[in-house]
């Protein structure tokens, strides 16, 4: 099955640094990545649509300066969190659709994210 | 507007016993319904998915899940739990316009011995 590697799986950070999380594709093209959040206890929120080549589409109530996305090529996707503070404390996870398979998505083993 | 729901937040079941968890979906095509299974600390795997067809799909790890159009319902089945099943259980739906996940609240999974 497809693989999707997200890295790392977990960072600890001092509070106003910026932490990038890395998220491939590894045996598949993959035009559109996703990105969420996942709180504890809680399902996934989407944050954005990462679209090859093109700007990110924010969920509403995402902040785009401090979640910055770059999806440069068809196998990697970046969200980096800036200005880090406690309470971006969360769980990450990405998911990139094959462009080949249209609605199926394979998702990261997500990234632990803790600001200290 | 769309959603997902999942009305059991925990389901406890012995081991060996049968599975049904249940997702309902508000959705005014013809939806993409996923489920998913998240173990703590981990990212989602993939167990089934219904596009067309057949509207009983299998999946992976004796996993099952019927699509009722009339009840606008997606349940995941499983006729002998082991232990290894206890882990959360997503629902989703794809949503075409805004080419999106939309995933249920979760439901943990509990089996006991």
């Known amino acids: 099955g497809a693989v999707v590697s997200q890295h790392p799986s977990w960072v600890i950070c001092k509070s106003g640094t910026s932490v990038k999380i890395e998220c491939r594709s590894l045996d598949f093209q993959a035009t559109t990545m996703f990105w969420y959040r996942q709180f504890p206890k809680q399902s996934l929120m989407l944050m954005a649509t990462?679209?090859?080549?093109?700007?990110?589409?924010?969920e509403q109530g995402v902040e785009k300066d401090k979640f910055l996305i770059n999806h440069a090529s068809l196998t990697l996707s970046t969200l980096t969190v800036t200005s880090a503070h406690p309470e971006d404390s969360s769980f990450y996870i990405c998911s990139a659709r094959d462009s080949g398979k249209n609605t199926e998505a394979f998702f990261g083993q997500g990234t632990r994210l803790t600001v200290v | 507007a769309q959603s997902v729901t999942q009305p059991d937040i925990h389901i406890t079941v012995s081991e060996g016993a049968s599975l049904e968890l249940r997702c309902n979906y508000s959705y005014g095509a013809t939806p993409y319904l996923f489920w998913y299974v998240q173990s703590p600390g981990q990212g989602l795997q993939l167990l089934l998915k219904?596009?067309?067809?057949?509207?009983l799909v299998q999946g992976i790890k004796g996993f099952e899940a019927e699509f009722k159009r009339s009840q606008s319902s997606f349940n995941l089945r499983k006729p002998s739990v082991h232990w290894s099943d206890a882990a959360e259980y997503f629902c989703a739906v794809y949503m075409e316009y805004g080419n999106k996940l939309v995933f249920g609240a979760g439901t943990i999974l509990r089996v006991k011995s």
């Open positions: 990462s679209n090859e080549g093109s700007k990110a589409t924010y």
């Open positions: 219904y596009f067309s067809g057949d509207t």
